[in-house]
């Protein structure tokens, strides 16, 4: 006999796997977006298509396992009180890989033109991307902890923080230099800074989702 207690348990066990493999396909996607950003800094533009494929991919497989977590969750019905703070968790990760996707497909069209971007700008996105790929590994963290010490999710928050700060800072000199370098057509301009701007709002996810974690550190466990 599983007594409710118990139930419940197993439940806030399970879905917190689910969150973590979901955010463990988010980092792979994004450390993707910055494999792709280097190939097309190097003018590797065959590599830049399969790039886009692989976050195509590892997207879908995040929009799989979110559905999935959103299943079960609704299955559990009352028995798990912290459902919703699982689904506030959950939302903003998974947005992280369809923003990653938007960065990657407008890389992959600049590719196929075949469109010189000044090397200066393109080592701006991969730094940018580079600290954005941090604000999601110390989000994991912040995810991770939650098994085995809630207490410390406060903490490692902290650094989420700290992290997206650092890309905003980068974002907005990246912004700048687009909006001011006048080589470059208006179509690309648009198109970089979009680039950037996805990239900053994957950063400002990651802020997000050490929120919903912070509230589900103290509400279910």
Avoid: H, W
Avoid at 2 to 11: D, H, K, Y
Wanted: net charge negative.
């Amino acid at each position: 006999m599983v007594f409710p207690a118990e139930a419940t348990l197993r439940l806030r066990r399970r879905s917190l796997q689910v969150c973590q493999e979901l955010m463990r396909l988010v980092v792979d996607t994004v450390r993707e977006t910055v494999v792709q950003t280097g190939a097309f800094q190097k003018g590797d533009f065959k590599a830049v298509e399969q790039a886009y494929g692989n976050i195509t991919q590892l997207k879908e497989k995040a929009m799989e396992t979110k559905r999935g977590l959103t299943n079960e969750l609704i299955e559990a019905g009352a028995i798990l009180l912290s459902r919703e703070d699982f689904l506030r968790l959950a939302a903003p990760i998974t947005e992280m890989s369809d923003l990653a996707e938007g960065v990657s497909y407008r890389l992959k069209e600049l590719a196929s033109r075949k469109t010189k971007v000044p090397k200066e700008i393109c080592s701006d996105l991969v730094n940018l991307a580079d600290a954005v790929l941090n604000s999601a590994l110390r989000l994991r963290e912040v995810i991770i902890s939650l098994s085995y010490d809630p207490s410390k999710v406060e903490e490692l928050a902290k650094n989420v923080e700290s992290s997206e700060r650092i890309v905003d800072t980068l974002y907005r000199s990246t912004d700048t230099r687009i909006i001011f370098y006048d080589k470059i057509e208006i179509p690309i301009i648009i198109v970089l800074r979009d680039i950037a701007n996805l990239l900053e709002e994957i950063a400002d996810k990651t802020e997000d989702a050490a929120d919903s974690a912070r509230v589900l550190a103290l509400s279910a466990f």
